[in-house]
């Protein structure tokens, strides 16, 4: 973010440095711009996931010159140009005090920059907050508080444990610290939230046991909470220390104590996601890949994108700027755009050329889908035909209408591709009576290796599937990264490209009905759910595909 749009942004809440009524310096220049003083937003950062911060933070986010987080993921938050300062711990490592803390806030503050402070849940809620704010007010400088959700309440959701019922009201949170906890408070049947008790769960269940809670008080331990790796250990109160020491369950987690744990069984909905804590390899651009990553988010599943292709211009420009100066000239009837790529590059020699989108007036404009047709539109053209079955060359070939001299003046198609796009269309578009002038807009190379971290994941089994959206990925990616694990899933978006996944000796499990980004994703929660319930019927624990025992094979 530029210094001048920061700026912008922060005008309305950021307040002059006061210069006191009377002074020399008030009186010689009252009308002068004084040094503006920094203004701190303490930013409720939520427990984990991301998408839980509300708007108001993401604005201030965006909007900061400086951004002091407390957690290393919360790095990923601070916009492009904004400062990044570890606000939990000091230049020797060590923990941060809260004092010290809000001296790290007012110094940054002071320097006139915009500062948000990012704290984990709620800045007001077993925070440091209040503290750092305090800092802030005896410095004389501005803050707001914007909340977040907390942990307390986040992670049991997400859990799928309600803290409250029709014939549970009463909700206590406590905190463990370096203080002994009296849990006499706690003796009754209200639920019980602890934080932070990890380490300390043997001593807080032989508390509540010995103020009066029975034994067999069922308790929910939630670790990492609101993300993926979330994991969620049922227990009592009389078992849950070992069953927690057996577990290997480690901190940061949330502890719940109470009936209410009980409606786990039914209410359960994040945890038990198809494809819940999958790795998926997306072998596209993270910019290409997005709608499909969304799409798999929703399914419980975390994408990580390695390219392997890379889109580079023709060999031979010219005859590019043959077709758009013909285009220009009004040579073509049609222009048939088979790709997002196959946009962006006759955009780009538009702009070359001092065009616009007015080039195409009295042209027809074809796209081979739904993602084409959206940036030619976003393009400010409206395609006049976009297939209305099949998604795809073939699909476009069957709504394409045949040359008619009568009403058609020109009988040319501008047809702009990838050097290796199929001829199918071609040939298509010559049977029905058009004239076609095939040009390579752009060259698709194999992109470079992946880091060696991911190569070994690819050949180790560490991704629970990959998703193939094209047969160039499946040759693309098994050239630059060799052929994924055996016991990872295999998922492709049509037939095509399941054939060549064979013919590289991987064993598909998936097949997307319709070659569709979004249909492929729904094709492979499909598989993860009957996969889960197949292990839950079979009476074992639900793992990933990457959780194998050694000498373990897929599941058909």
């Known amino acids: 973010m530029s210094t ?109 920059k ?38 307390a309440t986040a992670v049991p959701a997400y859990a799928g444990i309600p803290l409250t019922s029709r014939s549970h009201r009463e909700v206590a949170v406590v905190r463990m610290g370096e203080t002994k906890v009296d849990w006499t408070p706690y003796a009754g049947d209200q639920t019980v939230v602890i934080l932070s008790a990890v380490n300390t769960i043997k001593d807080v269940a032989n508390g509540l046991m010995e103020a009066g809670r029975a ?108 077709a758009v100066r013909g285009l220009v000239e009004g040579r073509y009837e049609w222009v048939a755009f088979t790709s997002v790529n196959a946009v962006k590059a006759v955009r780009e020699k538009f702009d070359e050329y001092g065009l616009d989108a007015r080039a195409f007036s009295g042209l027809k404009v074809a796209a081979v889908g739904e993602k084409t047709a959206e940036a030619i539109t976003a393009w400010g053209i409206r395609p006049d035909l976009v297939p209305s079955g099949e998604q795809s060359a073939r699909g476009l070939l069957e709504d394409w209408p045949p040359y008619d001299e009568l009403l058609d003046p020109i009988n040319r198609v501008f047809l702009p591709r990838a050097d290796i796009a199929t001829e199918a269309l071609v040939a298509g578009l010559v049977e029905l009576g058009w004239e076609v002038d095939d040009v390579t807009a752009y060259r698709t190379v194999r992109a470079a290796p992946p880091p060696a971290p991911t190569r070994e994941a690819i050949k180790t089994g560490k991704f629970d599937a990959v998703v193939f959206t094209s047969s160039s990925t499946v040759r693309n990616l098994v050239g630059i990264a060799g052929k994924p694990h055996a016991t990872t899933v295999i998922a492709c978006i049509g037939p095509a490209t399941a054939q060549t996944a064979e013919e590289h000796g991987l064993r598909v499990d998936v097949v997307a009905p319709t070659p569709s980004a979004e ?8 598989f993860g759910a009957k996969r889960r319930l197949a292990m839950i019927e079979a009476g074992d624990p639900v793992t990933k595909p990457s959780q194998r025992t050694k000498g373990s094979r897929r599941r058909s």
């Open 4 to 112: 001048s749009t920061a700026t912008r942004k922060r005008k309305a809440s950021e307040p002059e440095q006061a210069v006191p009524a009377g002074s020399a310096a008030a009186d010689a220049t009252p009308d002068a711009v004084r040094r503006p003083v920094g203004h701190v937003s303490f930013v409720g950062a939520g427990p984990g996931d991301a998408d839980l911060l509300t708007l108001r933070a993401k604005e201030l986010i965006d909007a900061a010159d400086v951004v002091i987080i407390e957690s290393p993921e919360q790095a990923a938050l601070a916009p492009e140009g904004a400062e990044v300062v570890d606000g939990g711990h000091g230049e020797d490592g060590g923990v941060l005090t809260p004092s010290a803390r809000g001296r790290l806030v007012v110094k940054h503050a002071k320097s006139g």
């Open 215 to 322: 034994p067999e008080t069922p308790v929910a331990m939630t670790r990492v909470g609101t993300t993926t790796e979330q994991s969620t250990l049922v227990s009592t109160l009389e078992k849950v220390a070992a069953d927690a020491k057996a577990a290997k369950m480690a901190p940061p987690a949330v502890t719940v104590v109470g009936d209410v744990v009980n409606l786990r069984e039914t209410l359960s909905w994040f945890e038990t996601k198809p494809l819940f804590g999958w790795r998926v390899l997306v072998p596209r651009t993270k910019e290409q890949a997005a709608t499909l990553a969304n799409r798999l988010r929703s399914y419980g599943a975390v994408s990580e994108e390695v390219p392997t292709i890379s889109v580079e211009p023709p060999r031979n420009p010219q005859q590019m700027d043959k």
């Open 114 to 151: 915009n500062v948000v402070r990012l704290l984990v849940g709620d800045p007001f809620t077993f925070a440091t907050g209040p503290e750092e704010a305090q800092a802030c007010d005896k410095a004389n400088i501005s803050f707001e508080i914007v909340p977040g959700i907390s942990s």
């Open 519 to 526: 249909v492929l994703a729904d094709a492979l929660a499909d």
